[in-house]
């Protein structure tokens, strides 16, 4: 596709609930990536596949939190048993070389996650 | 460790005031380093890149080694520069490390 899309734009949920979120690189990109924006806490690294594979997913903050990507494409964030802290802008991106080093990422628009 | 730092949480000028919004970073090795902007409503977007040394919307900064420094820079701040502004390094591996984000603010 043309830019980065994530979906849904906008969740709530209740505590305790199971929430998936979506991402769709840009075509051909093989890097993605996931970070958390919160207030205070800028962005935060969660996750970063290169193809299909997680080379570091150090940045997950518990063992609720898990990520796949399928097809070298479409990546998913699950967060099981949501607390309210899970609370935040969720922020994938995507780059078109092996380590963004020159180039960056783009971003897409994120999905806002709220957790009552 | 790696790390970036910005040491305001909000910097707030006048129109055709000077701007400069600070990043320190902390990293063992060579990194890149970027500005990234966030508009209201908008997506995080690339402002400018270290490596390609431009200058965009009127924005530059410079890579000061010895201080470890990468402070954004304009002369003459418009009010539509007002966003949040987020510096970040990138290594070997390609993970953008962000720091904790400025917002400009410019008053008319």
């Known amino acids: 596709g043309a830019g980065v899309s994530q979906s849904p734009s906008n969740k709530v949920t209740e505590k305790g609930k199971d929430v998936e979120l979506r991402c769709d690189p840009i075509?051909?990109?093989?890097?993605l990536y996931w970070y958390r924006q919160s207030l205070g806490q800028g962005l935060e690294f969660l996750i970063y596949?290169?193809?299909?594979?997680?080379?570091?997913k150090s940045g997950l903050p518990s063992d609720r939190f898990s990520a796949e990507r399928t097809g070298g494409s479409v990546s998913t964030l699950t967060i099981q048993r949501t607390q309210q802290e899970d609370s935040a802008v969720y922020l994938c991106?995507?780059?078109?070389?092996?380590?963004?080093?020159?180039?960056?990422?783009?971003f897409g628009s994120g999905t806002r996650l709220t957790v009552v | 460790a790696q790390r970036v730092t910005q040491p305001e949480k909000l910097l707030s000028v006048f129109k055709g005031a000077p701007v400069e919004l600070k990043c320190n970073y902390s990293?063992?090795?060579?990194?890149?380093l970027f500005w990234y902007v966030q508009y209201s409503r908008q997506r995080l977007q690339l402002l400018l890149r270290?490596?390609s040394r431009e200058s965009i919307k009127g924005f530059t900064a410079d890579l000061n080694k010895g201080e470890t420094s990468f402070h954004l820079k304009k002369p003459f701040a418009q009010e539509e520069d007002s966003a949040m502004y987020y510096c970040?390094?990138?290594?070997?591996?390609?993970?953008?490390?962000f720091g904790q984000g400025t917002t400009l603010q410019v008053k008319p």
């Open positions: 991106a995507s780059s078109n070389d092996r380590t963004a080093r020159y180039y960056g990422y783009t």
């Open positions: 075509s051909g990109h093989t890097a």
């Open positions: 596949f290169q193809g299909n594979s997680a080379p570091d």
């Open positions: 990293y063992s090795g060579s990194p890149e």
């Open positions: 270290h490596i």
């Open positions: 970040a390094l990138t290594g070997n591996t390609g993970k953008l490390i």
